[in-house]
Nanobody
Framework: EVQLVESGGGLVQPGGSLRLSCAASGFTFSIYAMNWVRQAPGKGLEWVSFILSGGESPTYADSVKGRFTISRDNAKNTLYLQMNSLKPEDTAVYYC????????????WGQGTQVTVSS
């Protein structure tokens, strides 16, 4: 069974940092591209970042570029999102999502972890 389990969310002050993790199981993590996607209160889903299976070509939404860093450890089957210089508008539920092989679509999602940026 494919499972994606996010952790690391919480309450942080503006300007602070958090590192999210996404533990993957039930599939060969190292051959799949992965994503972080977020949903702010009352808003739709927003793609945040993408990374290829081997860790190449990290890409970011303009809203987080220069502040967030995506990475992965294929030996540990874990995806990460380092978030620095957090802003109140980063408040959202953050999900990791797997890109299906050959489809380009997200085929599995985690349950999400809440990030709240507030003073």
């Amino acid at each position: 069974e494919v499972q994606l389990v996010e952790s690391g969310g919480g309450l942080v002050q503006p300007g602070g940092s958090l590192r999210l993790s996404c533990a993957a199981s039930g599939f060969t993590f190292s051959i799949y591209a992965m994503n972080w996607v977020r949903q702010a209160p009352g808003k739709g889903l927003e793609w945040v970042s993408f990374i290829l299976s081997g860790g190449e070509s990290p890409t970011y939404a303009d809203s987080v570029k220069g502040r967030f860093t995506i990475s992965r450890d294929n030996a540990k089957n874990t995806l990460y999102l380092q978030m620095n210089s957090l802003k109140p508008e980063d408040t959202a539920v953050y999900y990791c999502a797997r890109t299906g092989l050959g489809s380009g679509h997200y085929d599995y999602w985690g349950q999400g972890t809440q990030v709240t940026v507030s003073s």
